[in-house]
C-alpha cells in the first residue's frame, strides 16, 4: 500500500568514452535500493478510454498534466465471465508504442494503472480456477505493459451475495472470497510497498449497504452492499476507494434522508459513510468501520456525457470546502468529524478523454482548487539515472547517443550531455554530438534533470574510438 510516502529517489548518470571500436567498461556508481515513487497527498485519478466511444481518442502521452493517476480502461474477460482469464489489448497503438507511452508517464512522475471491468466487463471467480486464472493472467499484463497497479471495477453482476452470507466480515459467497484472495495473492506478487490497489464500485455496492445488505434482505437485489466484504478484508493494502458518485439513484445517509446524486449534499453524504462508518442493514452487530481520510476519493463525471448526476464546478468545491475545510453544508451535516478531512484524498473522474472533450474544465478547474490547499512542497528529490545508454552511429566527427528514460516523483525536463568543455541540452532520449576531432577519445556524460534543478550523479563507461 502507499500511503504518504516521499520518493526518495537515488540516481545514476551515465557516462560514455566515444572511441571507434565500442566495449562496455562496467564502471558503476555506488548500487542503491529501489525507490517507490510517491502519488501526491491531493490525487486527481482519471480513466483512459482504451476504445472510442464518440469522445475521441488520446495517446497516453497527451494526456492532460494535471491528472496524477491514470487508470487504463479497460482490460476484460477474454474467455467469457466466469473463466477469469482477464485479456487486454491497447487500442489504436502497436504494443511498443504503447509501452513507450507508459513509461513516458511514469517518468513525468504520473502513475498508470490497469483498470478491469467497467459496465461491460462482468467477471464471476465463482471457482478455484477462476480465481487462479484471474490471477495469472492480472499479473502477467501488470509485468507485460509495467503497469503501477490494479483499479478494480467490478460492475453489474460481477459481485452478489448468496442468502445466508450476513456477516461482511466473514464472507462466504465464493465470488466474493476468491475476488479477496486473488487480490491478495496479485499484492503480495508485487509488494505492497510498490503496488496500487484501488477500487471503483458503484453506490449500490457500497453505500446502499447501509440500508440492505444482500445476503440478508428477503426480497432485495442480492448485489446491494457487496463490494462491502472485499473492501474490509483488503482495506490494510488498499490506497484509495473512488465509489463512482454518479449512475446512482437516491441513497439513504447516515441522516437516514435520501440524497440525490449531482449536488454537494449528495457528495458529502456518500463520502461521510465511508469516512465514518455505518452498521451494514442498520444492524449493529454488523459494524463497517470508516476507511481513513487519505483512502477515499470523490468519484465524478467529466461533464453530462460521460454519466448521470454530472456536478457543477461549484458543487463540487462546495463539497470538498466540507469534507476538507469543514465548511458545513445547509442541507447536511458530517458526522464524523465536523471540522473536516484535511487529508482526504482527492478526486476521481470518468473520464480523461471526456474531459478533453469538454475543453479541461474538470482537470484545470479541480487541479486549482486542490493546489490551493496548501503552499507546493519544494522539491529536492533528484531524477533517476538514464539507463540502457547506447552509441547508435557515429562518423569521424559526430557520434550519436540514445538511452532509456529516466523517471522522477514530479517530471523530468530533460538531459544535459557533457563532454569535455562542452554540453548539449536535450529534451528527449537521444542526442548527436557534432564538431568532434578524428581519431580522438571523448568522454560522455548524460544526467538527467528535473524542473527544480535536480540533477541525477553516478557513472558508467562505454568505450569507443573516433575514426582517424
Known amino acids: 500500500m502507499i500511503l504518504k510516502r516521499i520518493a526518495f529517489r537515488k540516481t545514476w548518470s551515465m557516462v560514455l568514452i566515444a572511441l571507434m571500436f565500442c566495449f562496455l567498461i562496467q564502471g558503476f556508481g555506488a548500487a542503491v535500493s529501489k525507490a517507490h515513487a510517491a502519488v501526491g497527498s491531493k490525487t486527481m485519478v482519471g480513466y483512459w478510454h482504451n476504445s472510442d466511444n464518440g469522445s475521441g481518442f488520446i495517446r497516453l502521452r497527451d494526456v492532460s498534466p494535471k491528472f496524477d493517476v491514470v487508470n487504463v480502461a479497460f482490460a476484460e474477460p477474454a474467455a467469457g465471465a466466469t473463466n477469469g482469464t482477464i485479456g487486454f489489448t491497447p487500442y489504436n497503438y502497436t504494443e511498443a508504442d504503447f509501452k513507450a507511452d507508459v513509461a513516458f508517464l511514469q517518468s513525468q512522475g504520473k502513475k498508470v494503472l490497469i483498470s478491469i471491468g467497467g459496465a461491460n466487463g462482468q467477471v464471476q471467480l465463482a471457482s478455484?480456477?477462476?480465481?487462479?486464472?484471474?490471477?495469472?493472467?492480472?499479473?502477467?499484463?501488470?509485468?507485460?505493459?509495467?503497469?503501477?497497479?490494479?483499479?478494480?471495477?467490478?460492475?453489474?453482476?460481477?459481485?452478489?451475495?448468496?442468502?445466508?452470507?450476513?456477516?461482511?466480515?466473514?464472507?462466504?459467497?465464493?465470488?466474493?472470497?476468491?475476488?479477496?484472495?486473488?487480490?491478495?495473492?496479485?499484492?503480495?506478487?508485487?509488494?505492497?510497498?510498490?503496488?496500487?490497489?484501488?477500487?471503483?464500485?458503484?453506490?449500490?455496492?457500497?453505500?446502499?449497504?447501509?440500508?440492505?445488505?444482500?445476503?440478508?434482505?428477503?426480497?432485495?437485489?442480492?448485489?446491494?452492499?457487496?463490494?462491502?466484504?472485499?473492501?474490509?478484508?483488503?482495506?490494510?493494502?488498499?490506497?484509495?476507494?473512488?465509489?463512482?458518485?454518479?449512475?446512482?439513484?437516491?441513497?439513504?445517509?447516515?441522516?437516514?434522508?435520501?440524497?440525490?446524486?449531482?449536488?454537494?449534499?449528495?457528495?458529502?453524504?456518500?463520502?461521510?459513510?465511508?469516512?465514518?462508518?455505518?452498521?451494514?442493514?442498520?444492524?449493529l452487530n454488523r459494524f463497517f468501520s470508516g476507511l481513513r481520510p487519505d483512502q477515499v476519493v470523490l468519484g465524478l463525471p467529466a461533464n453530462a456525457n460521460a454519466g448521470g448526476g454530472f456536478t457543477s464546478?461549484?458543487?463540487?468545491?462546495k463539497a470538498l470546502d466540507a469534507l476538507i475545510k469543514g465548511v458545513q453544508l445547509p442541507g447536511y451535516t458530517m458526522r464524523g468529524n465536523a471540522g473536516g478531512y484535511p487529508d482526504f484524498r482527492g478526486l476521481m473522474t470518468w473520464s480523461i478523454n471526456w474531459d478533453r472533450f469538454n475543453q479541461f474544465e474538470f482537470s484545470n478547474s479541480h487541479r486549482a482548487y486542490l493546489d490551493g490547499l496548501s503552499p507546493p512542497v519544494p522539491d529536492s528529490v533528484p531524477p533517476t539515472a538514464p539507463s540502457n545508454v547506447i552509441v547508435t552511429s557515429q562518423t569521424a566527427t559526430s557520434v550519436s547517443l540514445s538511452w532509456s528514460a529516466s523517471t522522477d516523483n514530479v517530471g523530468v525536463a530533460g538531459y544535459t550531455v557533457s563532454y569535455g568543455t562542452g554540453s548539449v541540452t536535450v529534451s528527449g532520449t537521444s542526442a548527436v554530438i557534432g564538431g568532434l576531432t578524428p581519431n580522438t577519445s571523448y568522454r560522455f556524460t548524460v544526467t538527467a534533470r528535473d524542473a527544480a534543478g535536480n540533477l541525477s550523479p553516478g557513472m558508467r563507461q562505454v568505450t569507443c574510438r573516433q575514426a582517424p
Open 128 to 283: 478455484a480456477q477462476a480465481r487462479d486464472n484471474f490471477v495469472a493472467s492480472v499479473t502477467a499484463i501488470i509485468e507485460k505493459y509495467g503497469f503501477d497497479g490494479l483499479d478494480v471495477d467490478f460492475e453489474g453482476h460481477s459481485l452478489y451475495l448468496n442468502a445466508g452470507d450476513s456477516d461482511f466480515k466473514h464472507p462466504t459467497t465464493p465470488v466474493i472470497v476468491n475476488l479477496i484472495s486473488a487480490l491478495r495473492t496479485i499484492n503480495d506478487h508485487f509488494g505492497t510497498e510498490s503496488f496500487y490497489l484501488t477500487m471503483a464500485p458503484e453506490t449500490f455496492f457500497v453505500q446502499l449497504g447501509y440500508s440492505f445488505y444482500g445476503g440478508s434482505c428477503i426480497s432485495c437485489d442480492n448485489r446491494a452492499g457487496a463490494y462491502l466484504p472485499v473492501i474490509d478484508a483488503t482495506r490494510d493494502i488498499l490506497d484509495w476507494l473512488q465509489v463512482q458518485n454518479y449512475n446512482s439513484g437516491p441513497i439513504t445517509g447516515l441522516d437516514d434522508q435520501f440524497h440525490n446524486m449531482g449536488t454537494a449534499d449528495f457528495h458529502v453524504a456518500m463520502a461521510d459513510m465511508v469516512l465514518t462508518g455505518f452498521p451494514v442493514a442498520k444492524n
Open 313 to 317: 464546478v461549484s458543487e463540487v468545491h
